[in-house]
């Protein structure tokens, strides 16, 4: 069995920008990882073209074995060198379930997002079928010759796993990648850029061959290009390959973020939307978030809201409200002119944004400038009236964010009482949910203190006055 070979990608130097690609190349010494390669790499002809086996690879007999530790797949792959060699080679069975961990991740952002799921893609509907995809073969190394295959063909294929298994996907993903290179004209490679979109958009297990057969790097310099039709493609392409968990820090190796920031900004209106969508894939990865914010992807996500379809302004809520779980990024979206389309889109009842802009609002607030900017922006005024008017989720929403916008400021609290914000708020924490209850009490606690607080500063200058 031969299977296409994934590179151990470095992390970037110190002294790298972190929008820099990284070029991939193979780590040499004796890892645990790097010894799991050569146990299940059988020999190879001289004379054969096929791919490196991958590293990283394990036996895997069924599904279960995702959930093995570490020394538990040891000790099956000292059985397995047992076996492997020359004369008997082994045949190593995959996985297709291991995307549902970060698919459940990507479909449940927080729980504040309730069933939100931001994807509009290609792949839209695929991530609940994912952890239910059966498993297939991996590439044989007698696969038909990738220069043989004629790419129309996929137009019409059923690329199902009974219908497709990877050895029969393997020679036309190898025919697109060949398509993708440099030396590939301008049509060659916007045709292989759909194909891959295309193949990508319906199984696990594709997404990951392709992964590991070097369409990535192929990919990220079209999200530049001035083709519109191109440069979709490569977007929508990557944001469906980025759905495999371990695709992710390959786009990122590849230096695909800052191209992607790009399209985000250039785009068709398509083209933009599945930007957002990849960036808040890759924002998956923690470490990624203040590097796509430095990458200037906050301003074209901000734009996004104002002017994108109601999709695109689902997509840029979500994607913000990831990124915004780093402070600096918080900065920038309040220095971008985020809040005034965020309390713009509270009122758009109905729409499915309404709730989603007061997460991301609440959110802001968590900073100082976030707050002042939601004050001049008249969010308090717009908060009350989605807690006096708006259905059960919104309120609980709303009182969230105006919990965050009076926790620490004694000037915002005397704006909400003025806005008549204690009868509503009463009656929220009677008839609320949980968690609604909770938090309209601990508001009405404050503002308690307020009212205190001003009535004692009002007696000491009465009785300072009679003095007098």
Do not use: W
Request: charged fraction near 20%; glycine fraction near 8%; proline fraction near 6%.
């Amino acid at each position: 069995m031969v299977s296409l070979a994934g590179s151990q990608i470095p992390s970037p130097s110190p002294g790298q920008s972190p929008c820099a690609a990284a070029r991939p190349q193979r780590r040499q010494g004796h890892s645990m990882r790097t010894i799991r390669s050569a146990l299940l790499q059988p020999d190879s002809s001289p004379g054969s073209t096929s791919p490196a086996p991958r590293d990283g690879g394990a036996d895997a007999g069924d599904s279960d074995i995702e959930n093995l530790t570490d020394s538990v797949i040891d000790f099956h792959l000292r059985e397995l060198a047992a076996t492997a060699g020359p004369a008997h080679p082994a045949a190593v069975a995959k996985s297709s379930s291991a995307i549902n961990a970060a698919a459940t991740e990507l479909l449940d952002l927080s729980r504040d997002f309730s069933d939100y799921s931001s994807f509009n893609s290609d792949i839209s509907g695929e991530l609940e079928r994912l952890a239910a995809a059966a498993g297939a073969a991996p590439p044989r190394s007698d696969a038909t010759d990738a220069a043989a295959v004629d790419l129309n063909d996929l137009e019409s294929m059923d690329l199902s796993a009974d219908a497709a298994p990877l050895e029969r996907v393997e020679p036309f993903v190898l025919a697109c990648v060949q398509a993708l290179g440099p030396d590939a004209g301008p049509d060659a490679r916007r045709a292989a850029a759909a194909r891959i979109r295309l193949l990508a958009k319906h199984r696990s297990d594709i997404r990951e061959l392709i992964g590991v057969s070097g369409a990535i790097p192929a990919l990220v310099p079209l999200l530049r290009s001035t083709d519109p039709v191109a440069q979709e493609s490569a977007v929508t392409a990557l944001l469906n390959l980025s759905l495999e968990e371990l695709n992710r820090s390959a786009i990122t190796a590849a230096g695909a973020i800052k191209p992607l920031v790009y399209a985000l900004r250039t785009g068709t209106a398509p083209a933009k939307q599945n930007a957002a969508c990849a960036l808040l894939s890759l924002s998956g990865i923690e470490e990624n978030r203040a590097t796509i914010g430095t990458c200037g992807a906050i301003p074209p996500l901000v734009a996004l809201l104002s002017a994108g379809s109601t999709r695109g302004k689902k997509d840029a809520l979500t994607t913000l409200y990831r990124l915004c779980s780093a402070r600096r990024n918080k900065e920038r979206a309040v220095s971008a002119g985020a809040v005034v389309p965020l309390v713009h889109l509270i009122g758009e009842r109905g729409s499915g944004t309404c709730e989603k802009a007061m997460v991301v609002l609440g959110s802001l607030a968590g900073i100082a400038d976030g707050r002042e900017a939601v004050v001049e922006a008249g969010g308090i005024p717009a908060l009350v009236e989605a807690i006096e008017d708006g259905p059960a989720k919104e309120k609980e929403f709303a009182v969230a964010a105006l919990l965050q916008m009076c926790s620490d400021s004694p000037h915002n609290r005397a704006l909400l009482v003025r806005e008549g914000a204690i009868p509503p708020l009463v009656a929220l924490s009677q008839s609320g949910s949980a968690r609604a209850k909770h938090k309209a009490e601990t508001l009405l606690g404050y503002l308690r203190e307020q009212r205190q607080g001003v009535g004692c500063r009002a007696g000491a200058v009465a009785a300072t006055s009679l003095a007098r």
